[in-house]
């Protein structure tokens, strides 16, 4: 079964500009996530979707984060402008969720340094 | 958002010895547990779960045991191998959330040949 695809897996900006970043989930699982993960620290969700629907997105920095989810599958998250905090590790992760919680699947995560 | 907390951010062993990782989480509503391992460049990997109606479960050389009165959970790493050096993360997701997870900050845990 492939797992969860992250794109680009490295990208290095200056402060101001955008960056792009794009995740396919495990085929068949409906809720999708982005977390954010500085350095030393343990990730923090973003955004949530159940399938093209936003389930929780309390934490996204609205003024500058943007993700949306089309057709229920894939998903992509931007920044712009991208500020210095932002560098970061970005975490995709999916479930299958059919009456109960259950295991988040990772992919490899897209780091970002923000110059 | 949730508070889920470790209580020593790097631990080391030596190899062949078994190693006890712990985590506070603040969230008594929480029902589901994860504990995830995350080697240096790649995402977080699963290696144990329990619900909040178990206080111990047993997998392949790891337990998890869940002590819902002081909202604790610990993960114990049998013979302790080289590859098992990794930061370890604690995961909660509180009930009629639809699978939300919150993270603690993570372990790190360092193995010694």
């Known amino acids: 079964e492939a797992g969860v695809a992250q794109s680009p897996r490295y990208k290095i900006i200056e402060k101001r500009q955008s960056v792009a970043f794009w995740c396919n989930p495990i085929s068949g699982h409906a809720t999708l996530y982005w977390y954010q993960q500085i350095l030393g620290q343990g990730p923090k969700l973003l955004i949530q979707?159940?399938?093209?629907?936003?389930?929780?997105d309390s934490q996204l920095p609205k003024d500058r984060f943007s993700a949306e989810r089309l057709k229920g599958v894939d998903s992509t998250l931007k920044i712009q402008p991208a500020k210095l905090e932002d560098s970061a590790v970005y975490l995709c992760?999916?479930?299958?969720?059919?009456?109960?919680?259950?295991?988040?699947?990772f992919g490899e995560g897209s780091r970002l340094t923000v110059l | 958002g949730e508070s889920v907390g470790l209580h020593l951010p790097t631990l080391s062993v030596q190899e062949g010895d078994n190693s006890i990782i712990n985590c506070a989480y603040s969230n008594s509503a929480s029902d589901y547990f994860i504990w995830y391992k995350q080697e240096s460049g790649k995402g977080p990997q699963f290696i144990i779960d329990?619900?909040?109606?178990?206080d111990k479960r047993q997998g392949q050389r790891v337990t998890v045991l869940l002590n819902k009165t002081v909202k604790h959970l610990s993960l114990q790493i049998a013979a302790t191998q080289p590859g098992d050096s990794a930061v370890y993360f604690c995961a909660e997701t509180p009930a009629n959330t639809g699978n939300q997870f919150y993270f603690g900050t993570g372990t790190s845990l360092t193995v010694i040949p």
């Open positions: 329990i619900r909040s109606n178990m």
């Open positions: 992760a999916s479930s299958f969720v059919a009456g109960g919680p259950g295991e988040l699947f």
């Open positions: 979707f159940q399938n093209n629907g936003v389930v929780d």
